[in-house]
C-alpha cells in the first residue's frame, strides 16, 4: 500500500466533504457534525485547517473563491481538484479492501494482564463489561430512533459496525472474567502464585532468584520457572 502524501483520516472527510460540493472551513464541520462523523473520524476546528492547507499544498483541493457577507471576516470556499478525487478514490478502495494492524488500548492491556492480581484483572473485565452494556444501550437506542427517519441503512453502516464490534468485545471480556472467576483460564495457577509471592513481599527480582536456587520448592519452580 502507498504511503499517503497526507494520512489523517480527517484528510479523507475533507476530500469527501468536497466531493459532494465547495465549502468553507466551518460548513465542512458542520456537515461531518451533522452526520455524525466525529464518532469515526477525529474532529476538531484546529486540526480541520491544519488538514485542509496539507490537502492544498499537494494539490487536492483548491480555492474556488473567497466570500463576505457584511462585516464578516472574509471566507474561503475550497473545491477538489481531479488530483484529489483520484486520491480520495484510491484511500478508499485502500480502506475498505486492506486489513491493518491497529494497536488499541485493550489489547495493549490485554498483552500485561499479569501486572495485575488476577481478582483485580476479573474485577476491572467486570466493570468494563458493565461499561460496554450501558454504552451499547445508548447507541441501540439512538439506531432505533434513527430507524424513525426515511434514513437509508447505507448511511448508519458505521454506526452498525461500531456495534459489532462492542458485541464482540463485551463478549470477550465478559467470558475472559468468567474464566479467571472460574480458574478455568490456562495458565491461572502460574498467576496465582507469582501474586501470592508478591503479597509476601517479593518483588519480580527476588522470585526469580528464587526460583533459580530452589528456594520456594521443586512445585513452585516448576510452576514459575522458565
Not at 88 to 98: H, S, T, Y
Not at 189 to 212: H, P, S, T, V
Request: aromatic share 8%.
Amino acid at each position: 500500500m502507498a504511503k499517503r502524501a497526507v494520512s489523517n483520516p480527517l484528510a479523507l472527510a475533507v476530500l469527501a466533504c468536497l466531493w459532494e460540493k465547495p465549502m468553507y472551513p466551518y460548513e465542512m464541520t458542520t456537515t461531518m457534525r451533522e452526520r455524525g462523523k466525529e464518532d469515526s473520524i477525529r474532529l476538531n476546528f484546529g486540526s480541520l485547517y491544519a488538514v485542509i492547507k496539507s490537502l492544498e499544498k499537494h494539490g487536492f483541493i483548491q480555492v474556488a473563491q473567497t466570500e463576505r457577507e457584511g462585516n464578516r471576516p472574509e471566507r474561503v470556499v475550497y473545491e477538489i481538484t481531479e488530483a484529489g478525487r483520484t486520491e480520495a478514490d484510491e484511500w478508499m478502495r485502500e480502506l475498505i479492501a486492506f486489513p491493518v494492524k491497529e494497536y488499541p488500548a485493550i489489547e495493549t492491556g490485554l498483552s500485561l494482564l499479569p501486572l495485575l492480581a488476577p481478582q483485580v484483572a476479573a474485577d476491572l473485565l467486570e466493570r468494563r463489561r458493565d461499561l460496554l452494556d450501558a454504552d451499547l444501550a445508548e447507541r441501540r437506542r439512538s439506531h432505533e430512533q434513527a430507524l424513525a427517519y426515511p434514513l437509508p441503512e447505507l448511511f448508519m453502516i458505521e454506526s452498525s459496525y461500531r456495534v459489532a464490534i462492542m458485541e464482540a468485545e463485551r463478549a470477550f471480556v465478559a467470558d475472559l472474567a468468567a474464566r479467571i472467576r472460574d480458574r478455568s483460564l490456562g495458565g491461572i495457577d502460574w498467576w496465582e502464585r507469582l501474586w501470592e509471592l508478591f503479597g509476601q513481599g517479593y518483588d519480580m527480582a527476588e522470585i526469580r532468584e528464587g526460583i533459580a536456587a530452589g528456594d520456594f520448592g521443586q512445585e513452585v519452580t516448576e510452576l514459575l520457572g522458565t
